[in-house]
C-alpha cells in the first residue's frame, strides 16, 4: 500500500508562485510515473504535469513554461513549482503515483490564484 502525502497549497495573488510537495510512503521502491492531476467543479480531472523515474517530463499546454515539476527519488517525493500563476489555476490539486500497475491518489490541497 502506498500513501500520499501533500502540502505547500494555499492562497496567493496573481503572478505569484506556490510549491506543492507529495511525499510517497509505505512499501515503495523505484516508482515510475509520479504526477499531479487538477480538478475544479463541474470539470473533469486534468492531467498538469507528469515525470518518470528518468526525469522524462510532460505538461499539459496551459501551464508549459509557468509550470515546473521534478521529483527526489530517494525521497519518493514529487514536487511542483508553480510560477506566474493564474486565476484560471484555481482548483484543487491531487499527486499521483503510478506503482506496480495501480495508480495511487494524494488527498487533494487546494491551490486559489485570487487579488
Known amino acids: 500500500q502506498v500513501q500520499l502525502v501533500e502540502s505547500g497549497g494555499g492562497l496567493v495573488q496573481p503572478g505569484g508562485s506556490l510549491r506543492l510537495s507529495c511525499a510517497a510512503s509505505?512499501?515503495?521502491?523505484?516508482?515510475?510515473?509520479m504526477g499531479w492531476y487538477r480538478q475544479t467543479p463541474g470539470k473533469e480531472r486534468e492531467l498538469v504535469a507528469a515525470i518518470t523515474t528518468g526525469a522524462s517530463t510532460n505538461y499539459a499546454d496551459s501551464v508549459k513554461g509557468r509550470f515546473t515539476i521534478s521529483r527526489d527519488n530517494a525521497k519518493n517525493t514529487v514536487y511542483l513549482q508553480m510560477n506566474s500563476l493564474k486565476p484560471e489555476d484555481t482548483a484543487v490539486y491531487y499527486c499521483?503515483?503510478?506503482?506496480?500497475?495501480?495508480?495511487?491518489w494524494g488527498q487533494g490541497t487546494q491551490v486559489t490564484v485570487s487579488s
Open positions: 499521483y503515483v503510478f506503482y506496480l500497475g495501480t495508480y495511487y
Open positions: 509505505g512499501s515503495v521502491f523505484s516508482i515510475n510515473t
